[in-house]
Structure formats: structure tokens, C-alpha cells
């Protein structure tokens, strides 16, 4: 079993790594709270200020008291925040003050502010690709507009469809694709980003509503999926031609005699390499489309009965309890048959609880995570490459692994092939391909076996979560450099650290780590870190000017550009 470092918890409602993982940016109420990843030290800290005439407006809301709304400094929640490519800014985000802000971890005060009459209806805030760029999907209007954090520019793309999957980027961070409405027809428009997001392509589409669109990790093909009234998945050339239609009509779609089609789509994701792309449906079924003749290759059903192949593994019974939330327990080997506990879906109403909705490979493709809507305590790995070099799939049911609590979380480390899991409850379950499971023998001994022994099926196990307060960990967000690991309820975070990962290069830090208490008077500029990213430092110089964006500004910054 491997060894785990926790952390103090630490208030907290938002979270995020920044790129070279040496800091954490959290946001508990309206503010902003930067510290060191390592030494969960204060880096800086900020608070996020409603202007007055924002103030002014927000108090003529229904809901808002009049004590709230006439106070200097108003509390609201803090909805996301985001890093930029080279760490030097973080991007915040408020629903409810419907507003953004941008601040230089090099700065003292805000750089920049995305707010005022005109953009209530922000649905996505996020840093472009471009040079110090910010990009907000507006629902009102149906633009997407791009803020320079450099010059003050403001430019728009008009017509857009407000969807969080509307646009995207393709791999090399060069060229933005976005979906469009024009004439009641669904069209992608791709703009180059260092010409000034001129328009290269724009070319139609064939959905009658288009849900998304996503950029193949090759750079060769956008893929495009319709509603969920059918199952319908156009590819094109990432210069326009359209490839491939695939739906129940394609000849390998593999559609039994007396099934019925039913809803369409659900979900998708590429393989890292974008020669293939996983196709989630609401049939409960996954079909791996490969990009040679754009044909399906293989089919997934995940069954109520376990493949008698696979290594199943069951939560063991009321271990946090019996651990006092301390310990660190192996989940119980379970023998065939095995049936996995199924949720019977309402389809009088809108959305069922029913097909694949969550689909997710690991770094190198190896393997493929599945999870149905209707059996929300289970999740399932596949194997996908043998190699990740292989060139041939090998689709094969390797791993379930059965929770008493239904999963809210399940992502894999961004370094080696480790699953992580939350389930509302105390304790963070890993499942590891590398690790060994131990078994008891007859006579009381106990037997280890690994791979090499034949064992696919790795080793899943519950960590308890050691902490004196109530802690429901709802949440969870692996560092980039996969040594450290977040786990957030609504209130409050802390840090795991895998001593299988980390290198610990002396006591001294590790005890100062779990030796750290949140203090609100003591919250301040204690210490300033380098990040380690190879070409950034913060004592580049940085512009001190602030922006302050919205159609109230848009005299200011002249350069308003219709694209």
C-alpha cells in the first residue's frame, strides 16, 4: 500500500494549481488567497470589490438586504479561478457579482476587471491562448468577447452559440474554433489568433443543433455532436471539408435487429494521439470510432454482470468507522458472479438517470474510464492499448470498483496510470495498475500478488481522511506534476501528498507542512516563490495600468473590433 501526507484543512470554496504547481490559489467568500503548494505558506492575498455602481445595482436585486448592499465590502461567492499559461496572473470569476477579475501575483491591487452593463450574462470566463488574453461567453448578446490584458483592446466574435462546449482550440494554441448561428444554420468559424483572430474558415455544419465542438489532439479533425434527440456525429478536416457522419445509419454502428435507437449522445472524448475517439451514448453503449475510413472498431457494453476476466472490487463495510478515519484499507477482492448495483431510470422525466456520462483516458491511452449515469456507485476501467506505442486496440473489461456511497468525483493522475475517487464521504479511494493487492491465505497468512503474477486488476484502496471536523469530500484536482492532490467539501480543502510521487527532501519541510493553521489576521504577503517553469520569474516587468471592460467602458478602450 502506498504512503499518504495530509494536510490541516483550510477554507476554501474554489481551488486551483497554477502550471508549474508551485502555487495554490483559493478563494474562500470574495477572497483570493495564494499560497505555496509545497508549505501551503501565504503568498498573497487579495480581496475581490464590487465597484459603486455595481454595488449600486446589485442592491436593487431581489434577495439583497439593504444592510448587505450598503456595506463598503460585500461578501459573494467565487465561482472560478484559472492561471495563466505562465503563472504570473489569476483569472476570477463571480455568477453571482456577475462580474471577473484579473490579478498579477507580481501586483498588489486588481490588473483588470471584466464587468458592468452588458455582460450580466457571463456563462464562461476563461485566459485565451493569445498573448495575456481574456475570454468571455456572454448569453445575453451571443458574443464571444476578447479582452487584452496588454493593450486594452476589446474585440468580439458575434453570433456565437452560448454553449460551454462552443469553442475550442486547437492543439498548438494557434487557431480558435468556434460555433456560430447564422441564418438559423449551425456553422464553425476558425480564427487565427496571432493575425488578431482574423477569420481563416467558415464553413456550415449539418447538425440541426449543434451541442459542442472539440479539436482532435492531432490537429487534423473538429468533431461535432447534435442533440440528444439523435445520435449524430459529424467530423471535419480542421479546414472545413466534412469527413464523416456517424450514426445509426453507418454500416458499422452496430446496431442490433431489435434495438431501438433511442436518445442520441451523450459524451465523447480523444484519445491522446486523436487517431481514435471514444462515443458515449444515453444507450448505455461506447463505441470507439477509429480516424482510418472513420469506422467503428469496437463496441462497449457495460453490463449489470461483471466480465468474469475482470478484477472486481467492493468498499468494505463502515472502514471509516472502524479506522476512526485514520487508516488505510484495501478494498475486498470480490469473486464471480458479481452484479453490479443498478438505479431503475424515471424516463417520464426530462433526462433520465441513464447511459455513459463521464468518459476519460489515462495520459498515455492505455487505459479508459467509464461511469453510467444508472450505476452511479460503479466505475469501470477498460483497457484501451496495450502499449502506448500498439497501434491495435484490445478493448477488455479489466477493473470495476463498487463504493457504498455514489462517486462525485474520478480523475486520473496527469503522470502515471492512478485513478483517484471521492464519494461525499470521509475518505479519497486510489486505484493503482502498478501497485500490488494482498490476500489472505489458508492458515493465516497473507500473499501479495502484482502484475507480474498474472494480476491485472492493480489495487484499489480507501484513505481515510484525518480530520476533527466534519469533512464530506465532494471534490478533487490533481497537481500538474501529480505529486500533491486537492480534496474539497463546500467549505474547506486539504492537500494529500503521494509519497510514491513526491521526493521529500527533508523532514523539516514535511513537518512544517502538517504543522500549518489557517490565521486570518496573520494572512499577508509572507513570501514571494519563484515558479520553476523555466522561462518565467516573477520580477519580469509587469504593466501596473488596470482595465476595466463592459459596454459602459467601451469609449475608453476605442478599439471595440467586429469579427
Given at each position: 500500500?502506498?504512503?499518504?501526507?495530509?494536510?490541516?484543512?483550510?477554507?476554501a470554496?474554489v481551488?486551483?494549481?497554477?502550471?508549474?504547481?508551485?502555487?495554490?490559489?483559493?478563494?474562500?467568500q470574495?477572497?483570493?488567497?495564494v499560497?505555496?503548494?509545497?508549505?501551503l505558506?501565504?503568498?498573497?492575498?487579495w480581496?475581490?470589490?464590487l465597484?459603486p455602481?455595481?454595488?449600486?445595482?446589485?442592491?436593487?436585486?431581489?434577495?439583497?438586504?439593504?444592510?448587505v448592499?450598503?456595506?463598503?465590502?460585500?461578501?459573494?461567492?467565487?465561482?472560478?479561478?484559472?492561471?495563466?499559461?505562465?503563472?504570473?496572473?489569476?483569472?476570477v470569476h463571480?455568477?453571482?457579482?456577475?462580474?471577473?477579475?484579473?490579478?498579477?501575483?507580481?501586483?498588489?491591487?486588481?490588473?483588470?476587471?471584466?464587468?458592468?452593463?452588458?455582460?450580466?450574462?457571463?456563462t464562461?470566463?476563461?485566459w485565451?491562448?493569445?498573448?495575456?488574453e481574456?475570454?468571455?461567453?456572454?448569453?445575453?448578446?451571443?458574443?464571444?468577447?476578447?479582452?487584452?490584458?496588454?493593450?486594452?483592446?476589446?474585440?468580439?466574435?458575434q453570433?456565437?452559440?452560448?454553449?460551454?462546449?462552443?469553442?475550442?482550440?486547437s492543439?498548438?494554441?494557434?487557431?480558435?474554433?468556434v460555433?456560430?448561428?447564422?441564418?438559423?444554420?449551425?456553422?464553425i468559424g476558425?480564427?487565427?489568433?496571432?493575425d488578431?483572430?482574423?477569420?481563416?474558415?467558415?464553413?456550415?455544419?449539418?447538425?440541426?443543433?449543434?451541442?459542442?465542438?472539440?479539436?482532435s489532439?492531432?490537429?487534423?479533425?473538429?468533431?461535432?455532436?447534435d442533440?440528444?434527440?439523435s445520435y449524430?456525429?459529424?467530423?471535419?478536416?480542421?479546414?472545413g471539408?466534412?469527413?464523416?457522419?456517424?450514426?445509426?445509419?453507418?454500416?458499422?454502428?452496430?446496431?442490433?435487429?431489435?434495438?431501438?435507437?433511442?436518445?442520441?449522445?451523450?459524451?465523447?472524448?480523444?484519445?491522446p494521439?486523436?487517431?481514435?475517439?471514444?462515443?458515449?451514448?444515453w444507450?448505455?453503449?461506447?463505441?470507439?470510432?477509429?480516424?482510418?475510413?472513420?469506422r467503428?472498431?469496437?463496441?462497449?457494453?457495460?453490463?449489470?454482470?461483471?466480465?468474469?476476466?475482470?478484477t472486481?472490487?467492493?468498499?468494505?463495510?463502515?472502514?471509516?468507522?472502524?479506522t476512526?478515519?485514520?487508516?488505510?484499507?484495501?478494498?475486498?477482492?470480490?469473486?464471480?458472479?458479481?452484479?453490479?448495483?443498478?438505479?431503475?431510470?424515471?424516463?417520464?422525466?426530462?433526462?433520465p438517470?441513464?447511459?455513459?456520462?463521464?468518459?476519460?483516458?489515462?495520459?498515455?491511452?492505455?487505459?479508459?474510464?467509464?461511469?453510467l449515469?444508472?450505476?452511479?456507485?460503479?466505475?469501470h476501467?477498460?483497457?484501451?492499448?496495450?502499449?502506448?506505442?500498439?497501434?491495435?486496440?484490445?478493448?477488455?473489461?479489466?477493473?470495476?470498483?463498487?463504493?457504498?456511497?455514489?462517486i462525485?468525483?474520478?480523475k486520473?493522475?496527469p503522470?502515471?496510470?492512478?485513478?483517484?475517487?471521492?464519494?461525499?464521504?470521509?475518505?479519497?479511494y486510489?486505484?493503482?495498475?502498478?501497485?500490488?493487492?494482498?490476500?489472505?491465505?489458508?492458515?493465516?497468512?497473507?500473499?501479495?500478488?502484482?502484475?507480474?503474477d498474472?494480476?491485472t486488476?492493480?489495487?484499489?484502496?480507501?484513505?481515510?481522511?484525518?480530520?476533527?471536523?466534519?469533512?464530506?469530500?465532494?471534490?478533487?484536482?490533481?497537481?500538474?506534476?501529480?505529486?500533491?492532490?486537492?480534496?474539497?467539501d463546500?467549505y474547506?480543502?486539504?492537500?494529500?501528498?503521494?509519497?510514491?510521487?513526491?521526493?521529500?527532501?527533508?523532514?523539516?519541510?514535511?513537518?512544517?507542512?502538517?504543522?500549518l493553521?489557517?490565521?486570518?489576521?496573520?494572512e499577508?504577503?509572507?513570501?514571494?516563490?519563484?515558479?520553476?517553469?523555466?522561462h518565467?520569474s516573477?520580477?519580469?516587468?509587469?504593466?501596473?495600468?488596470?482595465?476595466?471592460?463592459?459596454k459602459?467602458?467601451?469609449?475608453?478602450?476605442?478599439a471595440?473590433?467586429?469579427i
Open positions: 500500500m502506498s504512503g499518504y501526507d495530509f494536510s490541516h484543512l483550510f477554507p470554496n481551488l486551483a494549481f497554477s502550471p508549474g504547481t508551485t502555487f495554490l490559489a483559493v478563494a474562500h470574495n477572497r483570493i488567497i499560497r505555496s503548494t509545497s508549505t505558506q501565504i503568498v498573497r492575498t480581496e475581490c470589490i465597484p455602481e455595481a454595488q449600486v445595482a446589485r442592491s436593487k436585486e431581489p434577495g439583497v438586504s439593504s444592510s448592499a450598503g456595506a463598503t465590502s460585500e461578501i459573494f461567492s467565487i465561482d472560478t479561478l484559472q492561471w495563466s499559461g505562465d503563472s504570473m496572473y489569476l483569472l463571480s455568477r453571482d457579482a456577475k462580474m471577473a477579475w484579473v490579478y498579477g501575483v507580481a501586483q498588489e491591487g486588481e490588473a483588470a476587471r471584466v464587468g458592468g452593463m452588458g455582460v450580466e450574462g457571463l464562461k470566463v476563461e485565451g491562448k493569445g498573448d495575456r481574456v475570454l468571455a461567453l456572454t448569453e445575453i448578446d451571443s458574443r464571444l468577447y476578447i479582452y487584452s490584458l496588454c493593450s486594452g483592446e476589446t474585440r468580439f466574435i453570433n456565437v452559440k452560448p454553449s460551454p462546449d462552443g469553442y475550442t482550440y492543439p498548438d494554441s494557434r487557431y480558435l474554433a460555433t456560430e448561428k447564422h441564418l438559423g444554420k449551425d456553422c476558425v480564427y487565427d489568433i496571432l488578431g483572430y482574423s477569420l481563416l474558415r467558415h464553413f456550415p455544419l449539418l447538425t440541426i443543433d449543434v451541442q459542442g465542438i472539440s479539436w489532439p492531432c490537429g487534423r479533425y473538429i468533431a461535432a455532436w442533440s440528444p434527440l449524430s456525429l459529424h467530423i471535419h478536416s480542421a479546414i471539408p466534412h469527413l464523416t457522419h456517424f450514426n445509426p445509419s453507418s454500416p458499422t454502428f452496430s446496431l442490433a435487429p431489435n434495438e431501438v435507437q433511442g436518445l442520441g449522445l451523450r459524451t465523447l472524448a480523444w484519445a494521439g486523436g487517431r481514435w475517439i471514444a462515443v458515449g451514448g444507450d448505455g453503449k461506447v463505441r470507439i470510432v477509429e480516424s482510418d475510413g472513420w467503428c472498431v469496437c463496441v462497449v457494453t457495460c453490463g449489470t454482470r461483471a466480465n468474469k476476466t475482470a472486481v472490487w467492493r468498499e468494505p463495510n463502515d472502514w471509516l468507522r472502524d476512526r478515519g485514520r487508516g488505510i484499507v484495501q478494498f475486498d477482492r470480490q469473486p464471480h458472479p458479481v452484479i453490479f448495483p443498478v438505479l431503475r431510470p424515471d424516463i417520464t422525466k426530462p433526462y438517470r441513464m447511459g455513459i456520462f463521464h468518459l476519460a483516458f489515462d495520459r498515455e491511452a492505455t487505459l479508459l474510464l467509464i461511469r449515469d444508472n450505476q452511479p456507485n460503479v466505475a476501467i477498460y483497457s484501451f492499448l496495450p502499449t502506448p506505442t500498439s497501434e491495435q486496440l484490445s478493448v477488455t473489461h479489466t477493473v470495476s470498483a463498487i463504493f457504498s456511497r455514489e462525485k468525483k474520478a486520473w493522475s503522470v502515471k496510470s492512478k485513478l483517484s475517487v471521492v464519494t461525499r464521504g470521509g475518505g479519497v486510489f486505484w493503482d495498475r502498478e501497485s500490488g493487492w494482498i490476500e489472505e491465505e489458508s492458515g493465516g497468512s497473507f500473499e501479495c500478488y502484482t502484475e507480474m498474472g494480476s486488476g492493480g489495487m484499489m484502496e480507501g484513505v481515510g481522511i484525518p480530520t476533527r471536523a466534519e469533512f464530506s469530500a465532494l471534490d478533487i484536482h490533481w497537481s500538474p506534476d501529480g505529486r500533491s492532490l486537492a480534496i474539497q463546500r474547506h480543502f486539504c492537500l494529500l501528498y503521494d509519497e510514491d510521487t513526491e521526493n521529500l527532501e527533508d523532514d523539516e519541510q514535511a513537518g512544517g507542512r502538517s504543522a493553521i489557517w490565521d486570518e489576521q496573520a499577508g504577503l509572507t513570501a514571494l516563490l519563484e515558479e520553476d517553469e523555466g518565467v516573477l520580477s519580469s516587468e509587469v504593466s501596473q495600468e488596470q482595465f476595466v471592460w463592459g459602459k467602458s467601451y469609449a475608453r478602450v476605442e471595440a473590433v467586429y
